[in-house]
């Protein structure tokens, strides 16, 4: 039987590094891969038919990385990298290897190394510590998290890990690592309906990472992403309304709607909805409702998120915070009341999207995000 253990490339030994080290002042990219020469010059085969693993995947240039996957990182001043920090990712790192190089594709072990994988994933979402000199050294960015959603040896991964190894490595490489969940928001106040103040918290205007929701499609959201306010949700562009539940632009239709609890007649059966326009005046539709008319006939789909909201009888009701689900399509359409032009839709979710996030493990919120807004709310003085 061959051990995992023994495939590890040799580490020379060395004197114990202090808590921060210097890692020069030449480019990032010139870093010392020297841990990964021996694994890199290896052959993917199986090491014999009685085997349990298989030899860790390359991790050098014949991993087939693309290069559009590559991030560019330049730093010509001297960085300090803290030793536990980069130990931490690169714990990381061999543990994507070590699932990688696990044969059985049901047995015990691999499973509690994917449960752990997951669990690490989410985690890493709030680590507070990360920078791109950090990354790049660890090789997370280039190698081990393309690894998982690339596919190139063919391992199984589960589809939540795909999807969620798609988005920490999308969010790094474009340079994001603010891990508050209230990065660019601004607190506040206004009359609400019944002329009481009204506290929310909204995108802040020069909030440089902001992103437009004026766009078709799915864009840079993955299934599933999910946010503990629906501002969170408007700073990242996947909904461009604070509290209205359709968002779109005149002549270009509807670009996504939220499902709540907002007195409609809205029914969600999951993969089909029926979705309620807003009322109108004097019997001709609203804006917002004729939004979605333009997707009906442009055929144009929407993004649809849920809020916890909903009625806790509905089992798609993520149970706290906005959640992502994905892409519907406007399919049809009935008038429920002329008289204050009230269109009910029916919307269809497109095919071949990875599974609405609402139970099992790959559920959102995590349990990590969830600890996460009860400090934010904690902290905010919030019940």
């Known amino acids: 039987m061959?051990?995992?253990?023994?495939?590890?490339?040799?580490?020379?030994?060395?004197?114990?590094?202090?808590?921060?080290?210097?890692?020069?002042?030449s480019e990032v990219e010139s870093t010392d891969n020297s841990d990964y020469q021996e694994i890199s010059t290896a052959k993917r085969q199986r090491v014999g038919a009685s085997a349990a693993i298989r030899e860790i995947p390359e991790v050098a240039q014949s991993h087939a990385v693309g290069s559009n996957l590559s991030p560019t990182f330049s730093n010509r001043r001297p960085v300090l990298l803290n030793r536990q920090d980069l130990q931490t990712l690169r714990w990381f790192r061999d543990l994507i290897y070590g699932v990688a190089s696990l044969k059985d594709p049901v047995g015990k072990n691999k499973q509690e190394k994917m449960k752990e994988l997951r669990k690490r994933l989410h985690a890493m979402e709030f680590y507070t510590f990360l920078s791109k000199p950090l990354l790049q050294k660890s090789r997370l960015l280039?190698?081990?998290?393309?690894?998982?959603f690339q596919d190139d040896d063919g391992i199984d991964w589960p589809w939540d890990i795909n999807v969620d190894a798609q988005a920490l490595w999308h969010k790094w490489n474009q340079g994001h690592f603010d891990?508050?969940?209230?990065?660019?928001?601004?607190?506040?106040?206004?009359?609400?309906?019944?002329?009481k103040q009204i506290a929310a918290y909204v995108p802040d205007t020069q909030y440089e990472r902001r992103v437009s929701s004026h766009y078709s499609g799915q864009g840079d959201l993955v299934n599933g992403q999910w946010w503990p306010l629906q501002g969170?949700?408007?700073?990242?562009?996947?909904?461009?309304?604070?509290?209205c539940g359709i968002s779109g632009l005149a002549g270009a239709g509807a670009y996504s709607v939220v499902m709540s609890r907002g007195g409609y007649d809205d029914v969600d059966m999951g993969e089909e909805v029926l979705y309620c326009g807003t009322i109108a005046k004097e019997g001709e539709p609203s804006q917002h409702t004729r939004y979605l008319?333009?997707?009906?006939?442009?055929?144009?789909?929407?993004?649809?998120?849920?809020?916890?909201s909903l009625e806790k009888s509905n089992p798609y009701r993520p149970t706290e915070g906005t959640r992502y689900d994905g892409l519907y399509d406007v399919i049809d359409v009935k008038v429920l009341d002329v008289k204050t032009a009230m269109h009910r839709f029916g919307l269809r979710?497109?095919?071949?999207?990875?599974?609405?996030?609402?139970?099992?493990?790959?559920?959102?919120?995590?349990?990590?995000q969830s600890a996460e807004r009860s400090k934010l709310r904690a902290q905010l003085g919030l019940k």
């Open 2 to 25: 061959v051990s995992y253990a023994s495939l590890q490339p040799a580490r020379k030994r060395q004197r114990p590094l202090p808590d921060s080290f210097d890692v020069g002042t």
């Open 142 to 148: 280039d190698q081990a998290l393309p690894s998982i």
């Open 179 to 195: 891990s508050s969940m209230i990065r660019g928001l601004d607190l506040k106040r206004h009359a609400g309906p019944t002329g």
């Open 232 to 243: 969170c949700a408007v700073r990242d562009g996947a909904h461009g309304e604070i509290e």
């Open 293 to 308: 008319l333009h997707n009906l006939e442009t055929k144009a789909p929407v993004r649809l998120l849920r809020s916890s």
């Open 349 to 368: 979710r497109r095919p071949k999207q990875s599974p609405i996030r609402y139970k099992g493990p790959e559920k959102r919120p995590t349990p990590e």
